[in-house]
């Protein structure tokens, strides 16, 4: 097994489990011989390996308090008169109705049989069982427990199922709307735990080799994990690796399989691209047959979900590339510093995060902006590198490469180009409605626009040209704040002011003229 596979200094266990939890049961009675003589007969009662556990009563005002503070009872054994003759029917129809608890098992017993007609109580309440107290021998008082306990864990099978397909199709939301795969293996792990209703632990791992652009080529990457393994997630120290995880873990990759032990899963799946993934599950009871079926049918399809985002990771990363290379060219045209573009497109999607916008959005602004001057490629070679201020005739062919740029950029359809053509055109038009092409004011200049313009101008004063030295990032930040409300949308450039460390850093990583310090910049 590689040595790649990534894990923490200090792994932490999965947690052992606790015991089955006992049924909650509890006896709402005045009559405090009730539930002594109940909870006598009933002491050794067991269902599906799991005890009773009674709670008690003494009136419905007494009930109502405790069952507004806790929804794990299964079974509720209700008198009818209390401390009021209708007592017990009005607690009930509190329950479910008030409450909304329509999974508790409500059983009502009675001393006093005329006082609540049992036809009457049945056809106006929603209760589970009517009962005479003097008809409650033990046999007949375990039917009712079995009747009673069977029904509250069917209800909840039924409940947990409902939440697993509602947390099943948030999953597969989360799987379309991520930007990564790591998002996409974290909502594997949950459905796993969900699907089966069993207290699992586990981890996703995956190694790719069939498209070169994925950073993890050839590497096991260990990419989700669940609570019990979240320390795994960091260290290559595979020798603190729990040996029965890494014996699972060595047996499927060198078999090419998944298999199956009593308390465990991998789910190994060798992709049509090339690609192996694997799902290690951990659980605390054993594993059904069905349980194993749904398994594999479940992982299969994760495997072929897993192909396909690693395609579009791998579209997205030669898109971003082929961004970055033309803009590079559009730049060398007319700057030696051939990265003003993607400093641009840095600063721009700071901006975007900075505004809470959301992640793939800020990253289709960060490769718009980046061909904003995608129009220069266009304007004739001596108007770009003219070392002098361009004079009226060349300012006016110089300003045409804004819907130059639309028109070279807005033949794509894509979400990406269409954005960027409208950068494009926009970029240059200002807030107070004094910028070209189209004069636009305010909120009518696009928004990816707005951010380019300034970052546009940021870095342009921060860069050296053939016409002009390079200011220094302060005295760049400050042309910006003399420039809002005029040039710039205030907000956002309050927003460059309030961040200026980032905004160095952007230099630091791109610098605008190497070789001099980034202090100087």
């Known amino acids: 097994m590689s040595d790649d596979l990534v894990f923490s200094d200090e792994p932490s266990s999965p947690v052992n489990p606790e015991d089955a939890a006992p049924w909650q049961v509890l006896i709402v009675d005045d009559e405090r011989g009730v539930h002594d003589v109940t909870k006598l007969v009933m002491a050794d009662f067991e269902m599906d390996g799991r005890p009773v556990q009674f709670l008690d009563c003494y009136s419905a005002a007494e009930a109502k308090v405790l069952l507004a503070g806790r929804n794990d009872i299964a079974l509720i054994l209700l008198d009818v008169v209390m401390e009021t003759d209708l007592a017990g029917l009005d607690l009930a129809r509190y329950i479910r109705e008030d409450l909304g608890n329509l999974n508790v098992r409500i059983v009502l017993r009675t001393g006093q049989a005329g006082q609540a007609p049992e036809e009457q109580v049945i056809r106006d309440y929603d209760i589970n069982d009517y009962k005479e107290k003097t008809e409650l021998t033990r046999r007949k008082l375990i039917t009712v427990f079995y009747s009673g306990l069977r029904g509250y864990r069917d209800l909840m099978r039924i409940e947990r199922a409902r939440l697993g397909l509602r947390r099943s199709v948030e999953a597969i939301t989360r799987v379309c709307d991520s930007q990564s795969l790591e998002t996409f293996a974290s909502a594997v792990l949950e459905q796993v735990h969900y699907l089966l209703n069993l207290n699992g632990q586990g981890l ?208 794509s359809k894509t979400t990406i180009h269409q954005l960027a053509a409208t950068v494009a055109l926009e970029h240059h038009e200002r807030w107070d409605g004094s910028g070209y092409p189209q004069g636009l004011t305010g909120e009518n200049i696009s928004l990816a626009a707005r951010l380019t313009a300034v970052a546009d101008v940021l870095d342009s004063l921060v860069s050296p040209s053939c016409y002009k030295t390079p200011w220094s990032l302060k005295e760049s930040l400050d042309h910006l704040r003399t420039e809002s409300g005029k040039h710039f949308e205030p907000r956002l450039v309050e927003l460059i002011l309030n961040h200026p460390e980032e905004i160095a850093s952007v230099y630091r990583r791109f610098p605008a003229h190497p070789g001099v310090p980034p202090q100087s910049q």
């Open 204 to 411: 996703c791992a995956s190694r790719t080799t069939a498209f070169t652009a994925c950073s993890s080529n050839g590497r096991i990457m260990i990419l989700a994990a669940t609570d019990g393994f979240s320390g795994l997630l960091q260290t290559k120290d595979l020798s603190r690796l729990p040996p029965d995880v890494r014996q699972a873990l060595d047996r499927s990759l060198a078999e090419k399989t998944s298999h199956c032990g009593e308390r465990h899963y991998v789910g190994y799946y060798l992709t049509k691209s090339g690609s192996e993934s694997m799902i290690y599950m951990q659980f605390f009871e054993p594993i059904s047959d069905s349980a194993r079926e749904l398994l594999e049918l479940f992982a299969s399809n994760v495997a072929i979900t897993y192909d396909h985002l690693l395609l579009r990771e791998e579209i997205e990363a030669t898109q971003q590339a082929t961004i970055s290379i033309l803009g590079e060219a559009i730049e060398r045209r007319f700057n030696d510093s051939s990265d003003h573009g993607r400093r641009v497109g840095e600063i721009a999607a700071l901006m975007a995060q900075w505004l809470s916008m959301p992640e793939h959005e800020v990253e289709i602004i960060r490769q718009a902006a980046t061909l904003h001057d995608a129009g220069k490629i266009r304007i004739p070679e001596q108007v770009l590198s003219k070392p002098a201020k361009l004079d009226a005739p060349e300012l006016t062919v110089m300003k045409t490469h804004s819907q130059l740029g639309f028109d070279i950029l807005s033949k």
